[in-house]
């Protein structure tokens, strides 16, 4: 009896491990079955694509030229199972991978140097954004006061609706039941102003032990279905729509350095192993339906239609839910990088508490402080004994974070 149930098991997380399962495609028929909602969605699809065509012009990045996006996110646990410390830190590791994965800061992505040679004119992509949880001037009623961090618990985000209008305004992120054996969903393109938002399954969110009831579960542990969900939010279809491509811009996903493929791809294959459309398929995107492990690059072209997008809605965004934070972006440098182990961190002016995680490729931590009371504007950091190669390290203050790559040769 118990060799049958240990098969069962076995079989039912072979089958969980080898399939991705998004509903996006469920959300955006129920979003045109409604004439309101269809509307809303027309309206800004047809805003996306003057800004689309704007950018392909080179005539301005955004509104902002030359500055980084910040968008501001709220986190949402609607079933508060396990100690809110543990939401907190497990919704900021979250928002960790998407800088990092928005950025092209992630460390696999130099597998790209290894499969590139399989996908001529294919380059890797960055929107150049960061992702904030708020903290201040919450919603009324979110028993949340400034300081706290946009972080809630219990409220199901009115009873598993996929809005919400009371969080109008935020990239509000929803960790709840998806459905059936769907790992996430959201709108493709999504509004800001209509409180909409990008809901994960418990067994997806973040990465590492997560907390009692959420636990990050193989192979989609790595937090990159968040990566791909919120790509649909800002304008991105799955890579693998069509093999009919006689106009890239208007056919397929419509983005024209993502090659033809007309199935998802799951697992964990080799650069350039599948074959679909006489062209190699693109596998380590992050809109195809790869292992988190697999996934690790957006195209240029991606990052051009997501930053399009985000021009077309950019003034939904509230702009006084955050503080500090361009203070706290261009308050900090390393000095040198690269170097030998051992660096400064160059504060421009004095910030009184913050800490420091550095991580190996492994996502190890090989070194963390926090400077409490500090009065300095030079923090010297030594590392021994440490291996040549490239490290993540991540500097928090009051819930803001910023994670830069350091390279020890």
Not at 65 to 72: D, E, F, L, Q, V
Not at 226 to 249: D, I, K, P, Q, Y
Not at 253 to 261: G, H, I, L, N
Request: proline share 4%; aromatic share 8%; glycine share 8%.
């Amino acid at each position: 009896m118990k060799l049958k149930l240990l098969i069962a098991l076995l079989f039912v997380q072979l089958g969980y491990s080898q399939q991705r399962t998004c509903g996006m495609e469920q959300n955006m028929e129920r979003i045109m079955n409604d004439p309101i909602a269809r509307q809303n969605y027309l309206n800004l699809q047809a805003k996306f694509e003057i800004e689309l065509a704007k950018l392909e012009n080179n005539t301005n990045r955004l509104a902002s030229p030359n500055a980084t996006i910040i968008i501001p996110v709220a986190v949402h646990f609607p079933a508060a199972t396990a100690p809110t410390s543990c939401l907190r830190a497990l919704a900021q590791t979250q928002i960790d991978i998407l800088n990092l994965d928005y950025n092209g800061l992630n460390l696999d992505i130099s597998q790209w140097s290894g499969a590139r040679s399989n996908y001529p004119g294919v380059n890797t992509g960055n929107m150049d954004v960061r992702f904030v949880l708020a903290n201040r001037n919450h919603p009324a009623g979110s028993n949340l006061v400034d300081g706290d961090l946009a972080v809630t618990f219990g409220t199901n985000f009115l009873g598993s609706a996929d809005s919400d209008g009371n969080w109008s305004g935020y990239m509000n992120l929803v960790c709840r039941n998806a459905g059936q054996n769907i790992l996430g969903y959201s709108p493709l393109g999504g509004s800001p102003s209509n409180g909409q938002t990008v809901v994960i399954a418990l067994s997806a969110f973040g990465k590492g032990a997560g907390c009692p009831g959420y636990v990050p579960r193989t192979p989609y542990n790595l937090g990159r279905t968040l990566t791909h969900e919120l790509g649909h939010f800002f304008n991105l279809n799955h890579t693998f729509t069509s093999c009919t491509n006689t106009n890239c811009a208007t056919q397929g996903d419509k983005v024209c350095d993502t090659p033809p493929s007309n199935n998802a791809v799951g697992g964990c294959p080799a650069a350039g192993a599948t074959i679909q459309c006489n062209e190699n398929t693109l596998t380590m995107n992050y809109m195809d339906y790869t292992n988190d492990a697999c996934m690790y690059m957006f195209t240029e072209g991606q990052a051009t239609r997501m930053l399009a997008y985000y021009n077309a809605i950019s003034s939904q965004f509230l702009t006084n839910v955050l503080s500090t934070n361009t203070f706290f972006v261009n308050n900090f440098s390393i000095v040198p990088n690269p170097n030998k182990g051992i660096f400064d961190i160059q504060l421009k002016s004095v910030l009184n508490d913050y800490s420091i995680v550095i991580y190996d490729t492994t996502g190890r931590v090989i070194f963390e402080k926090e400077y409490v009371n500090n009065s300095e504007l030079n923090q010297i950091v030594t590392l021994n004994d440490t291996m040549k190669g490239v490290y993540l390290i991540s500097i928090r203050s009051q819930g803001d974070c910023l994670t830069k790559k350091i390279i020890i040769d």
